[in-house]
Nanobody, 126 residues
Framework: QVQLVESGGGLVQAGGSLRLSCLVSDPTFSAANVGWFRQAPEKEREFVAA????????SYGESVKGRFTISRNPLNNTVYLQMSTLKPEDTAIYYCAARRRPGTDSLNDARLYDYWGQGTQVTVSS
């Protein structure tokens, strides 16, 4: 069973930076890809970023391209989301997710992810 635990959320001013962490417990190596999604109040869940297990292939949502970076550290089983030039519209609960299905197709499709963390709140003040 894959378990995901996010951390690093908080309150930051617009223009600032924040780094989220997702500790991935995957004893059977069943998680092929890991992604970040977010959900703001009364809005649909939105794809933020995803990475293959190797970290070679990444994908980003249009609204965060050029500002956010996803990375993985296999030494400590952690996936990071470095967020820069934050905007008030980035305010949301951020979720880490993992899927068993390998490959790079449909990395932005939340329905294909099998495991989810509990989420961490990010609030950007104007």
């Amino acid at each position: 069973q894959v378990q995901l635990v996010e951390s690093g959320g908080g309150l930051v001013q617009a223009g600032g930076s924040l780094r989220l962490s997702c500790l991935v417990s995957d004893p059977t190596f069943s998680a092929a890809n890991v992604g970040w999604f977010r959900q703001a109040p009364e809005k649909e869940r939105e794809f933020v970023a995803a990475s293959t297990r190797s970290g070679i292939r990444t994908s980003y949502g249009e609204s965060v391209k050029g500002r956010f970076t996803i990375s993985r550290n296999p030494l400590n089983n952690t996936v990071y989301l470095q967020m820069s030039t934050l905007k008030p519209e980035d305010t949301a609960i951020y979720y880490c997710a993992a899927r068993r299905r390998p490959g790079t197709d449909s990395l932005n499709d939340a329905r294909l992810y099998d495991y989810w963390g509990q989420g961490t709140q990010v609030t950007v003040s104007s």
